[in-house]
């Protein structure tokens, strides 16, 4: 079973600040996704990455930057924490094979990032 | 432009059957995606269609029409722990995955 695994299941931190997420995934999948889901608004693409080193913008990038060095870890990282930063992220990886876009994605259980 | 379109909430009863529809409009077409997502967990794939057709998986089934732009989940024999939200998710034409804001099941006894 693929394992996705994100460091903190709940987290608090105060404007200003730059917070760091990390996620693991232990499948060897070249694609990893950051995502956020607020109520009424549903899952949006933050960033992802299909190769180490290698990063494309989602949906809503501003405030926010993404590192992957090693291939089972991808992190998310917000400069300068912002209130309307309070959300779910979600981290997911998915399988290479064809299209990037028909291969199921697997998720971590999310962190839940409070900005006071 | 990419739009998906489901309910924002729907009620059944337990032993019952649940439609949940999605519709959607994208340029590019290559396939549709069902999760389903309990509350405060990840969400866990369920199926992916992409030729038009009903594909069944025990008691799930995911339906897909391209030509309408429709796809629906089909639930039976509905149980307690099916209460949860499903999303649906279509890819867009920069091969990103864009996802519905989800359906919240309520399942009643």
């Known amino acids: 079973d693929v394992k996705v695994t994100q460091s903190s299941r709940y987290l608090v931190k105060r404007t200003g600040e730059k917070v760091f997420l990390e996620c693991v995934q232990d499948m060897d999948h070249e694609n990893m996704f950051w995502y956020r889901q607020d109520p009424g608004l549903g899952l949006r693409l933050i960033y992802f990455?299909?190769?180490?080193?290698?990063?494309e913008k989602g949906d809503i990038p501003e405030g926010y930057s993404v590192s992957r060095e090693k291939k089972e870890r991808f992190s998310l990282i917000l400069e300068s924490a912002s209130t309307n930063q309070t959300s779910m992220y979600l981290c997911?990886?998915?399988?290479?094979?064809?299209?990037?876009?028909?291969?199921?994605?697997?998720f971590g259980d999310g962190t839940r990032l409070s900005i006071l | 432009g990419q739009n998906i379109d489901q309910p924002t909430e729907m009620t059944a009863t337990e032993g019952a059957i649940v439609q949940i529809n999605c519709t959607y409009q994208?340029?590019?077409?290559?396939?549709l995606f069902w999760y389903q997502q309990h509350a405060g967990e990840a969400p866990t794939f369920l199926s992916y269609n992409v030729l038009d057709g009903l594909e069944e998986k025990g008691r799930f089934s995911s339906f897909l029409s391209r030509s309408k732009g429709y796809s629906y989940l089909l639930l039976k024999e509905l149980q307690m722990k099916d209460s949860a939200s499903y999303l649906c998710a279509v890819p867009n034409r920069d091969d990103k995955i864009i996802f519905g804001k989800g359906t919240r099941l309520h399942i009643l006894p």
């Open positions: 990455s299909y190769d180490v080193k290698m990063k």
């Open positions: 997911a990886s998915s399988d290479l094979e064809g299209r990037v876009s028909n291969q199921p994605q697997h």
């Open positions: 994208t340029s590019g077409f290559n396939g």
